[in-house]
């Protein structure tokens, strides 16, 4: 038999060696994977590998939760959260897990072929949403759930819509502005074309003041609605003694509208409208790329939703009744099976099991648990039935206090302050004071053409390309940057990223792979394989780590009886074997010598977990199982300490593993934090300095959210993605460096536009003084300087 | 040149026509998300017959 590893035919990654049917024509990671691939195979919708391939995207394991979704064919349920069209057909918005890559877009939008009576499955990316529109008279909404769940995507009842209605409507209102400043921009222009031509070729008089009171009026809605987003900001900026690019904007529309607007009443002199429409068009412009880039805010019921599950199993007069978890009250007694997942805190009442703790602790590690030990909502019950009673439930369970300390932490961030807004201060005062000296020279010089010159120095000195210089350098590193599987969320993040600061890691599954695999085997090797077949049918991890990667033998185990949390005993090539914890080994009859002893108390203080394998009453073998520390994270780590960064590790595993992960990293580290402890440290950190947090699990989330920056790692939950500003869908530490070296570069970037911007401004201001600016020269000058600024930020190769 | 006084409320009335249609898109939903249409063109070619299923 081989060693090679094989690959899941859905996801690509590694299929563990105790899942591998030896002889089948496809392979599989995980049950989830399975189903995903028969469900797609079925629906002859396969092309959906060809187009991963094609987009070149890692694959992720199919998060596929089981659910029955029964709640979704509620009466009430659609009419809290969607509605009903007017042709008879309803609609609803889904948040959907697992959605980050364009060959989901094709999957997810192909559920009309395969559910009749869904007219329309359409998927914003960008907010994980689909917006489904079904027949609710031949089709359940529960059919289309389960077919989303069942590949891969498992879905929640948007929340948010309220929200995002208001979002919505400002970004429309925004968009049509900008469409009504393009329109008059593009108009006025062609009639300047026609005075251009005229003062150089002549023009009857007729004309030229019909083309100048026209261009006037037509600007009007440009400058007097379109515009009014930078007025409110001057105002606001001078109230507030602080001084904002809207101050320049401002004064230089206003001065170019008041003084054409003069010109035009007394028939004669320059007039302004041309440049002044244009630079409203293309600040607007700016301003519209530059909001888009802004972090949006982790919503808390969101993500408590896709943790905790709908339905709970209430014990009512000694039977079971599944009811959805609003229907829970302190007191109720609830059954959990194995698999199940908690839906509420509260406290075990009868039954003896493990329990999966990584939602708090970042440990997959199952705890052993029994009568009047704690359950959290959100935690996984593995092995046996429980019944506990319910303590708290929804909002103030601690996974629920969890996410609302997520959305606060990202609410109360400090918003990030570009390198563009800081020099704007001292920008308003030189141009002014140049303003002003221009109309005092002149009007010793020549007092007709005074205004005229100030008025152009105003309006060429308007800060145009320095409004687009840092959203497009941005807006392109984000595309290249995407590209390269580093998905930004929160463009003003880069400029941050470029510096140095504390980053803080998350230790479990961001340093280390986030699984046990065998670091040391001592003892006899075909005790390894042994030991290999009799794991083989457990998931437990630390069955997946003695069976990954290990030879298998023609014997498999038979008669393998688990003892939780101690150990497996069975029959392994007619040799009774035992499997399991040094105590539990020692149990079932084996003796433990001296030397196997000392070398057991070596693992432990290592921050290992010993198994001890042994066969027909003799110990063979000994392996020490962690978590083995990446392969590029010593590299990784070095180069971010060379770029200027100090590195630490927060981790809620226990500290002496902790220690030791660290130390062989040179770095400083903690263990034994949860989750509210990091969040509390990293908000602490954030108000004094520059703090950026890397991490993946739920356990992170209010850590990322209260970080400068949070970084998200692959493999991430998805309350973790949902709280960090930045995702790397690439494992390892070296999309880490990646993003960071990209972000120095994306700084250079805006820093060369700000340096041509101002540039120009220098050029532009010193012609104006000249009382050489004549606007037809106004008019060349500023979409020139917008242009270099966008080839200058489109061709940089940041990432 | 006097057909400039037909000419040019010709031209701002068809730049109207352009801003209202422009305005009756964004109202109706189709700029809302600038993201996903992107993704969606990858879908649409058909492969060649005899391709190898995964």
Redesign the interface.
Known sequence: MSNKTLECDHCGLPVPAGLVEPGAERQFCCSGCRLAFDVIQDSGLDQFYRIRERVDEPGRPAASSGRRYQEFDDASFVSLYGRTTSDGLATIDLYLEGVHCAACVWLVERTPIVISGVAECRLDIGRSLATVVWNPDTTKLSEVARFLDSIGYPCHPFRGAATREIERRADRGFLIRIAVAGAVAGNIMLLAFALYGGAFHGIETEYEQLFRWVSMVLSLPSVFWCANIFYRGAWGSLRTRTLHMDVPISVGILAGFGWGWVNTIRGQGEIYFDSVTVLIFLLLVGRFVQRRQQRSAARATELLFSLAPTVARLIVDDEVREVPIQALVPGSLVELRAGDTAPADGVVQDGVSTVDRSLLTGESRPVEVTIDDPVHAGTVNLSGRLLMAVRTTGENTRVGRLMRMVEENARRRAPVVRLADRISGWFVLAVLSLALATLIIWLRLDPEHAVDHAVALLIVSCPCALGLATPLAVAAAVGRAARRGILIKGGDALEELARTGRMILDKTGTITEGRMAVAQWTGDEWARSAAAEMEAQSSHPIALALSTGSHMTPHPAVEVMAHPGRGLTGIWNGRSMVVGSPAFVVEQGAQLNQSFQTHILEVVKAGLTPVVVAADGEVAAVAALGDKVRDDAAASLERIRDLGWSLEVLSGDHPSTVATVASGLNLDGRGGADPEFKAELVKRAAAEGRVVMVGDGVNDAAALAAATVGVGVHGGAEAALAAADIYLSRPGLNPVVELLEGSRRTLGVIRRNLFFSLGYNLVAVSMAMAGLMHPLVAAILMPLSSITVVVSSYRAKTF | ?SV?YIA?PA??LL??A??IA??WA??SGQ???L??PG??I??DDE?PPG?D??
């Open positions: 040149m400039v040019l031209v701002l730049a109207l352009g801003v422009f305005v964004v109202r700029l809302d998300d993201e996903t993704m969606r990858l879908g492969e391709d299923r995964p």
